[in-house]
């Protein structure tokens, strides 16, 4: 046998045994095709029938604890070097003392790749009984069956009422709802009030719109000393600022029309006039960092460093810089510059409790039980006493609206807390199809900020192109599947 | 003396067949069985995952057939990232793969202190090559980079490195042409240092200079060495992941989005694991076959 018949043969073989184990596995493949409704078509479910596998019936109210014991997986312990590490701890302690038939086996999850982490155990069958999953990602996983239908358990959970009806936009669809929310956060601009008092410049007046924002960006720069305006989000996570200037400017990345259907609006005038006023900080302005394409971390570290005089910021930031060595009363915060259509939307986001849709309904009620204890105004009140009493500068928003701030911010920077509060009034989820999107969207703006020479309308005409062909297409004909 | 028993031999042969000695297969068992359950299993699993819209919910899902490959070689994104991947490829053989190659047959004529050296060359390698890439990204920062500051000096630069979509690619090379051969380099040496000194004193003897010497001699004697090396090469340029990801994450602009890194992208951030997996099933398809035909090669000059 010579060596092209031994490689075919060799190839052959493993084609073979590849065909015989997918033939094997079939029937029960059709079984579990058949059993779960579009779980494995996220789009399809997404749009038009959330996830039919969550479909475990739960009537009781949440608070009733479940007379025999019940032990749930939860991945929520405190790492090593986390501050509130011994307050969270002692707050499980307090849960155990509340519900001692529910046991609550805490996993700890590392610090990088956490989203990966997840998918390998849902994958393996490892999901936990409850986690912590941020906004970004419901949509994808509702679709695909990963968080339970929790529809029952939060109608008859008597303290609904005291949560905000926003915290529960990114977790329902057509009107189910898939999470319990945890906590909010709004995005914002941060400044750094000094270097805009040395630079003779009136915050308000500098954060009024995208001209006096370039104008203002531009005197703060000075290559000399090693400062610069504005710390601008140029790698891989580019779009979830630069969405915020297209909603500036009045539209959006994407289209979704009432069938579910989706389009690209990449060559829309809001989205080219946002870019461009990218193109037109980093060039025309000269206020942006050199490496446009450095990491968020990199970003946070250049403003609290004192090199970078503004950046976009979550409202929940503020106790990890002033942790880094800031000065809270050296820290602004503004809603976003209105861009051309003259209103300045800010991006809501946070996290959910998501539940597994494979444990049992005790299990789940369980887990609901805990989620709704550490989102409850006892637990949430405990945290701010925490904050206050070790010099943590507390999120302003959260996802309860019968929690009285003014007596844990005595003593914060008053504008501070007002602002955070302004800049919650007009707010916004992120875009249609982010997770499959994203690359699409990133490189035009990658190619606008590395290339002075480069033509926004040009490069998302061809980002448009590809993502229609690539992403779009296939999404609307898996929808009529 | 008569011919033996034909019907007697059939029984010593199998009797013999049957002798098997346990103690190696002790021994190799657990390492068999490591190949098995981490190697051989997951492999014929990809196999099968890439055929269906795969749940992750409710595995395996939807049974597509080929559908899934017929999508990731009709796109437009795979091929750029196959291109990068094969110009990462010719980088690397180019700028770094010879290297130690080099390094080995000049240390081999040093007589004083050759230990020392072996040592200094290994010495770089007991640096995590995350930590390193991280040292190397700090250096390419155009604002307050090492790199750019010493450049000055001898009247180069400023460059923008990792911030420049043509210089990316051989900013991500760059930090493997000083490091992280010391491994290789011991191998070659090894290899070069157990080929009969007698050859080379007659090769000197007969007028053979040292490029002589290395070329028709050192070269060809330590080819199977470097044989071995090119394709653990290649498979490991071909799939390589971490450096790249830590650099750039695959930008700017998708310039340095390699193949396999698309992989996890499409798994993982996408849950497109089907389709993962017959990009996955692509890759090994293309090793496989560049790993033939280089042994073929190989062979054909022996």
Redesign the interface.
Known sequence: MN?TTK?SAT?AL??A??VT??AC??SN?AE??A??TN????VATNATEP?A?NDTTQTEPAQTAPEVDVEITVWDKPHADDLDKAFKESQFAVFEAKYPHIKVKHVEQTKEKE??QF?TA??GGEQPDAYLNPYPDME?YIA???PADITDLWNSFEDKASYLPSSLNAATVDGKIYGVPNSMYVTGLMYNKQMFADAGIDPAAALKDWDSFGAAAQKLTNPGK?TYGYAIL???WADWFFEYYVWQAGGDLTEKAADGTAKPAFTSDAVVKALQYYKDLKFKYQAT??????SLDDNQKDFYTGHAASMIAGSDWFGGLVSKGMDLNNIGFSALPAGPSGISPSQVGGNYWILN??ASPEKQKAAFTYATYFTSKEYLEATLQFAKENGIFPNLLYVRSDLDLSKYIEGMPADLVANVQAAANNTHLEYFLK??L??YI???I??V???EKTDPLTVLKAAQD?AQ??VFD?YNAELKK | MGDPDPIAGVEIISIRKLNIRWMPVLFLFPSVLCYVLFKYYPL?NM??VS?????????????VGFSNYT?FLS???FWQAVSNTFVFFALYLGLTFWIPIVQALLLSDIRRANAFFRFMYQLPTIVPAVAGILVWKWMY????GLLNYWLHFVGLGPY?W????NMTKLAIVLPAVFAGNGISLLLYYSAIKSVPTEILEAAKVDGAGPWRRIWTMLLPNIRFIIVIQFVAFMSGVLLAYDNIYVM???????ST?VVSMLV??T?????R?GISGAMSMFMF?IIALLT?LQN?ISAEKD
């Open positions: 060596r490689l190839f493993i084609m045994a590849a184990v997918s596995g079939s493949n579990n095709a059993s779960t779980a494995n078509e996220p996830a596998t989203r990966e998918m849902v994958a994808s695909q069956g990963i090693g140029g790698m891989d960092q050199k490496n446009v394409v450095q849709p494979k997770a499959r994203s690359p990133v490189k035009p990658q190619q900020l590395l290339d590809l062909k690539e296939k | 014929l196999i099968y055929f269906f819209r795969y749940s992750i919910v409710n595995p395996p899902g939807v049974f999508e796109s437009a994104t920062n155009p604002d307050f923008l990792l911030n420049d979509l750039t994450q695959g930008g700017p602009a998708g989005t996890v992208n798994a993982f951030q996408q849950s694991f398809i033939v073929k």
